[in-house]
């Protein structure tokens, strides 16, 4: 793998450092800001007409479309291969082991083949990544021509891409993505969830179904203690206690990147709490300061005095974490929704049934997400060059129904997978040789359905959660809205509200110091962050 300098340092930098100028050249920052701006069009959105699903979905609030069968007949998404034969360098997160050198991997060469260029990956492990893309946004060095993005909240990211990165919207605003099928068949809610950044796009969003942070579950180990499908509170904790046995777990959580705890988002929810935000007469409310996410808090706290949790929640990664839940330590845990893949199963196999829990309140709002996982920038370039870049990512992004969707997502047929009577068969080389491994997914990536090979069960689940829950899911209204608040100090009040979480979780604190874990993020900027919102709010489209 190749692995530049530009991360090489990530240890010397700050935590928030005032950025450097990068390939613009320039120094000085715009305003990041939607609002007065004269906004670039989102691009058409042109859906492509596949295979019928074995039940529909319903985009209005979320549900995907059901697949239990491979298709029988594939389409042909690009008419010639999208390279000129050159180099292209993407930095990526990884959530996976280091894939194999180019020379030993088949799946690698026969991308390169099918897009013809010469992809190098720089893979950044998921425990460094904020570290790593804080020390390329500070470099001020060359950067590679994409650069993913995660959603992750990283100080002043929007003024760095501002500066640092092409801007793409006469590229693809408008009718002018049509030029891309793969890319026009992004649903126009993920361009909405990944924004604008002063009235322009900057990126291409890598789309994810509406819901958003679930918890998964191992359904074997709950159906063992009769933990039913629909619980309320009563059950959920005694569920939990019955499955904390020896060296196993109910409940499994990690640190997330400003200290707080990843299980808080699925005991808000189910508490009734607003999704991140509530608009209230114009203005913005934040779901910490709602009653109902101190009743969240108060299950967490619960769930710790009944030593229900894996003990090392506050240093294991949420790499290490998805391991011990793969390998049944744990039968719980807070995942995004595209963990829902062929990949996570494979790990998984036959040890148990995946699921996914339903809220344990009738008052419970489920969160959509932003629709995206991240997205994917582009350094500043010659139109000719930015184009074939689009190309590539439009390749990436081409459809299930389609032979390039079959090659991303499965390989090579014979060597990677079979197929027979409409199911896909993984080899073993498939385990070593994927996309996840070889992260491409998170380069470019088709519209997400319901269709796992070899696990019928787990799909048909998944949409049955879906259809459950998903009607009354709220969005979070903050989604695409720009902030310069939350660009400059967003980790900072994460970081308050995080180490409040964790405090009172682990009975450090008293659930009633949460009232002062909220006036001090209020008074840290969490009030002009409310009004700056607001101010957008009003004015976005």
Known sequence: MKRRSLIAAAGAVAAAPALASCSSGGSKTGNVGNAGKDLAPWPTYVPFDGPQPDAPGDDSVGIQPLYLNYPA???????????????????????????KPLAENSFWQEIDKALNIKLNVIVVPDPEYAQKMTTLMASGGDLPDIVMFTNLNLPRRAEFIQRGCADISDLVGGDAVKQYPGIANIPTYAWQGMGRIGGRIYGVPLERPMPANSMFVNRTRLDEVKAPLDWNHDQYLSAMRDLST???????????????LS????????????NGWAVQGGAFVHTSTTPQFEQALTVMRELTSAATHYPDSLTASSTDMQNNFYNGTVASLPNGFGALALSNLLKIGDRFQLGLARPYSPQATTWRSTGTFGFATFKKAAPERLKMLLRVVNHLSSPFGTREYELINYGIEGRHFTKENGVVTTTDLYKSENSSILPIR?????????????????ARAAHDWEKAVMPKSLANPQTGLQSATQSSKGAQLDQILGDGIAAITFGRKPVSSWKETVAQWKAAGGDQLAEELAKEYQTAS
Not at 80 to 90: F, H, K, N, R, Y
Not at 246 to 260: A, E, I, Q
Not at 263 to 274: K, M, R
């Open 246 to 260: 020896g060296r196993r777990w109910g409940t499994g959580w990690y640190k997330t990147l400003f200290g707080g």
């Open 73 to 99: 007949q594939l389409a042909q998404a690009v008419a010639e291969a999208p390279g000129d034969g050159s180099e292209v360098t993407a930095l990526v997160v990884s959530y996976e082991a280091p894939p």
């Open 442 to 458: 998170y380069i470019g990536t088709a519209p997400t359905v319901l269709h796992l090979p070899g696990f019928a069960g787990v």
């Open 263 to 274: 299980g808080i988002t699925y005991h808000a929810l189910s508490a009734g709490a607003p």
